[in-house]
């Protein structure tokens, strides 16, 4: 990505050191995750649809469960490919199954928690995030919209959806995040999403708009507390998912000339006070597979977010063969990170057919980011 071809700086600018940190990195890759599984999708046995096993599922969000060394897993499942239309998933089992190998072989109940139903998101519900704020599960996901496929419309094809839990295995849509009024008629779409509070009560939304110029912004951006709180209110009191605008945009890093495009991949473990490490999927231009690298991210509200390392080289690729052959050949694809001790665990989308896991030592990731750590 050359800045010189970014007609949308002007609005979403870039972070400090952002055009540095990228002119840092390499076309290499030092794996740091060990494979821990795969839950495939003829073992999800779906409660609440007539259909007992999606036919696919993939890209799953991932958190600590309330109970006691359980996590909980949102994968997006698919149950039909005439449109591909997505949901969302629940499925809870013990934290210990992932590393006893259990995964790959037990079977799982899960409940179909989120489904396309309004015009932001009837064509699909897709590759969930789940954070906390104030100790209430938020998701965000993509949400298809009444546009997806109207060839003529090039305008908000997908947009962030927001829903929060709300009960066991309820959830209410709440909003959609939106860039502002001037700028939404030139946003193809927008993906990659996650929200993250700061320590001083800021709402951060990670984001990736796909914009006309046809490039793709790794951004983060600030939302407005009235709007997400009214947002809110309005959803327990039986309203309609509203537009919730977002500010104070800005580009985190530019691709490399190698890359396609970058993406968030999962929410970020905060490692210090309003510090990140955040993991980003890069889809590179010669095979069009992903791999990942890490980011340490710092927000303070007078300088924005900016990036403080990056790790010059990936630390994830596609190498076992569920990774490699699947719908989407040559796919890892993160969404869920929790922490566990000093490691962490991800859950991510392999060739876009089973949910996988895997771990790293987070002082692994952290040695590669002091390659590059201007702090």
Known sequence: MKPEGLRYLEHFPFAEHAVEFTRARQCET????????????????????????????????????????????????????????????????????????????????????????????????????????????????????????????????????????????RWLKVGYFT??????????????????????GDLLLFHRPHMDDENFYLTISVVPRREYEEALEQAR????????????????????????????????????RDTYLALVHAVDVRLKRYRVFATLIRYDRDAGPRPIAVTPRYIMEPRAMYEVYGDRPFTVFPCGAVRHGDRIIISYGAADSVVAFAEARIDDILAELDNTRIE
């Open 237 to 272: 009191s039986g309203g309609e998912p509203r537009p919730i605008p977002v500010r104070n945009t800005r580009t985190i890093l530019p691709s490399a000339g190698f890359e396609e495009k970058l993406g968030w991949a999962a929410p970020p473990i905060e490692v210090s």
């Open 179 to 200: 860039l502002p009024d001037r700028l939404r008629p030139h946003l193809i779409s927008d993906k990659d999403a996650f929200i993250v509070r700061a320590s001083n």
């Open 30 to 169: 030092r794996d740091l995750f060990h494979r821990l599984g795969v839950l495939t999708p003829h073992r999800i046995h779906l409660k609440n649809h007539p259909l007992a096993n999606p036919l696919t599922a993939f890209n799953a969000a991932l958190d600590l469960g309330d109970e006691p060394d359980t996590v909980v897993l949102y994968p997006r499942i698919v149950i039909g490919y005439f449109k591909y239309a997505s949901a969302i998933a629940e499925v809870e089992f013990p934290l210990e199954d992932i590393y006893t190998g259990s995964i790959s072989i037990s079977h799982y109940p899960a409940e179909i928690i989120v489904y396309p139903s309004t015009p932001i998101d009837i064509w699909g519900a897709e590759d969930p995030r789940v954070t906390r704020i104030d100790g209430v599960r938020h998701m965000v996901y993509v949400g298809r919209t009444i546009n997806y496929f109207e060839a003529h419309v090039r305008r908000e094809r997908t947009v962030p959806a927001l829903a929060v839990e709300d009960g066991r295995h």
